[in-house]
C-alpha cells in the first residue's frame, strides 16, 4: 500500500514510524536551498541543460526554486505556503535574467534592482522602490544579502510601543483568498504543506529591521534590540503582547481560510545562539520569550490540527 508525501509526515510528527524519513528541502525560509547549490543540483540530476536559470524565490539569502521535477528527484515530501511577498516586499513575478558573482544563471522578481553600485556591491530596496533608503546589500563577490540597519537615533522620551509594531497588522482580505487559493492547490500536491503565516516570530533578528518597510521606527539595530532585553525589558514585553494578541486574531481567520489543509505552521526562526553559545540567558528567555511560544502554541492546539515548527540557530 503506498503511502502519500502527508501521510509519511503526519506519522512522523504523531510519534509513529514512518516507511521511510520524511526530506523537506525548500519548505521554508530555513529548510531551503542557495540557488548557486540548486543550479548544481539541478545540473547533476540532468533535470536541465548547462545555464538554464533557476529562479531565486528568497531573495534575502537568495535561495532557489525547489520546483517539482527536483522535488520528485530527491522524494522531497513538504512543501512551502507563505504569502503573497517576499522579505523585500514585492512579490516574485516578472522574471527577468541576472547572474551571480560566481557566474551562476538565476531569474529574479522584476522588482530585484540588478544594477551594482560603483564598488560593485548589489543594494536592495524595500518594494522595489529606488527612491527609499536601501534595505540590503550584497557585497560585491558575496552570496546573499545583509540587513542595512535604517534606525534614526533613539529618543528614550519619545520611543512608542506603536514604532515597533507597524509591521503587525489585521490579516487583508487579499492575503486571506492569496492562502485559501495556494493552500487548495498545494494540498492536491499530495505533500505535506508547511506554512509560513508570519507574526509570531518574537524578536527575529532578520524581521527586527523590516528589510520590507520604507522607513521603519523604533528600535530597528541587532544589538540595541538584544540589550533592549535587559535595559527596556517592558518595551520588549509589551511590543511581544501586542504583536502575539494580534498575530492569534489573523490566525483565526486564516484558520478559517486553510483549514486543516496545512500539516504545519512555521511559528519563530528567532535565533537564540551563537556558534559557542546562547546569545541571551536562559532566564530571559524564559520571562520574555517563552510566554509567547507558549501562547501561541496552546492556541494551535486548542483549534486546529496544525504541528508547530520552531527554528533556532546556534548553540542553544
Not at 180 to 197: C, N, Q
Not at 204 to 217: E, F, L, S
Not at 273 to 283: D, L, N, R, S, V
Request: hydrophobic letters at 40%.
Amino acid at each position: 500500500m503506498s503511502v502519500t508525501s502527508r501521510e509519511r509526515v503526519e506519522a512522523a510528527l504523531n510519534h509513529i514510524e514512518p516507511d521511510r524519513v520524511p526530506l523537506d528541502l525548500g519548505g521554508s525560509a530555513v529548510t531551503g536551498m542557495h540557488v548557486s547549490s540548486v543550479y548544481a543540483l539541478r545540473q547533476a540530476w540532468g533535470l536541465d541543460t548547462p545555464g538554464t536559470p533557476v529562479k531565486v524565490v528568497e531573495p534575502y539569502q537568495m535561495l532557489g526554486e525547489i520546483a517539482p521535477d527536483l522535488m520528485d528527484a530527491l522524494g522531497v515530501d513538504i512543501i512551502g505556503l507563505g504569502g503573497p511577498t517576499n522579505l523585500f516586499g514585492f512579490r516574485n513575478e516578472g522574471w527577468k535574467e541576472w547572474e551571480l558573482f560566481d557566474g551562476t544563471p538565476v531569474l529574479v522578481a522584476e522588482c530585484f534592482n540588478t544594477e551594482p553600485e560603483p564598488n560593485g556591491d548589489i543594494l536592495m530596496y524595500p518594494e522595489g522602490d529606488q527612491s527609499a533608503p536601501p534595505s540590503g546589500r550584497m557585497p560585491h563577490g558575496g552570496f546573499y544579502f545583509d540587513t542595512i540597519i535604517r534606525q534614526e537615533p533613539i529618543d528614550e522620551a519619545k520611543l512608542r510601543v506603536e514604532d515597533n509594531l507597524e509591521e503587525f497588522e489585521p490579516v487583508s482580505d487579499e492575503v486571506l483568498a492569496h492562502l485559501r487559493d495556494e493552500s487548495a492547490r498545494l494540498h492536491a500536491t499530495g505533500k505535506a504543506i508547511l506554512a509560513s503565516f508570519g507574526g509570531t516570530a518574537f524578536g527575529d533578528i532578520a524581521m527586527v529591521p523590516a528589510p520590507w518597510m520604507k522607513h521603519p521606527k523604533g528600535i530597528r539595530d541587532i544589538a540595541e534590540w538584544y540589550t533592549s532585553a535587559l535595559t527596556r525589558r517592558d518595551f520588549v514585553y509589551e511590543v511581544f503582547d501586542r504583536q502575539c494578541a494580534i498575530a492569534l486574531d489573523n490566525w483565526k481567520k486564516i484558520h478559517e481560510a486553510v483549514g486543516d489543509r496545512v500539516t504545519a505552521v512555521f511559528v519563530t526562526g528567532t535565533d537564540f545562539g551563537t556558534q559557542h553559545g546562547p546569545f541571551i540567558a536562559p532566564e530571559v528567555y524564559r520571562d520574555l520569550y517563552k510566554p509567547f511560544h507558549s501562547r501561541v502554541n496552546e492556541w494551535m492546539h486548542a483549534n486546529t490540527s496544525w504541528k508547530s515548527f520552531i527554528h533556532s540557530c546556534g548553540s542553544v
